[in-house]
């Protein structure tokens, strides 16, 4: 039988890059016949990408793994506390029954329906409610100004106040509500409409309403008070 022997090129030992993140080393004489052992870079928090297997990590690299899924299911969860603070602040003002745009809504269609309001201020439709004026004039919306206070006895009061315009006239809407303790909602004390050279217009008024009326007697079959 006829023995090759290896060349000295042969037997010496040989590296090669096979790419920019791994390097291939081989020796033609102890590894022939071997596959190409890939030596890695270790992983860090800044470069791990998961490909690596938990069991191929050292301590080192558990850790860094570990501190970087920390961190990004912190994020996460930030962001999750975010979102629900978000949600939460646009649901009690604007949403909500009782939030100051569902309160001035509510007392907007209330002078629209008004006949007494047509009269002084013009048609339903026609009939424009806005906030606070500004100067600015890019806003796109004018503050409408509220405030909540409460009484001696622990009652909510709602006050509120904005401007309304038609074809006949402007005016100013004040609106003052009172929070009922059995259902939690806002119920009318007073709304007003006050129109320049007319008389203050009581859209709802209950003072009035549960004002007892003055007793009466009948003589001659009339009542008389």
């Known amino acids: 039988m006829l023995l090759l022997k290896p060349s000295s090129a042969a037997l010496a030992y040989q590296v090669r890059r096979c790419s920019p993140s791994f390097v291939c080393a081989y020796a033609t004489q102890s590894g022939l016949g071997r596959a190409p052992v890939a030596s890695r870079k270790q992983v860090t928090v800044a470069n791990d990408d998961g490909r690596v297997n938990w ?17 990004h299911l912190g994020v996460i969860l930030t962001g999750l506390v975010m979102t629900g603070g978000v949600a939460y602040l646009l649901y009690t003002d604007v949403f909500a029954a009782d939030s100051r745009t569902s309160i001035f809504n509510r007392a907007v269609d209330e002078v629209r329906a008004s006949p007494r309001a047509q009269e002084a201020l013009g048609p339903t439709n026609k009939i424009r409610a806005y906030g606070e004026p500004t100067w600015n004039r890019w806003a796109r919306s004018r503050p409408i100004a509220s405030t909540i206070r409460k009484d001696g006895n622990g009652r909510e009061h709602l006050l509120m106040h904005f401007n309304v315009d038609g074809p006949l006239g ?56």
């Open 55 to 71: 069991k191929d990590l050292t301590t080192r690299e558990k850790a860094a793994r570990t501190t970087q899924k920390t961190f």
């Open 170 to 225: 402007t005016g100013v809407v004040n609106v003052h509500m009172i929070k009922n303790s059995a259902t939690s909602e806002y119920d009318y004390k007073y709304l007003t409409l006050d129109v320049k050279g007319q008389a203050t217009i009581y859209l709802k008024n209950t003072d009035a309403e549960k004002k007892p009326k003055a007793p009466g007697f009948r003589l001659f079959g009339a009542q008389w008070r």
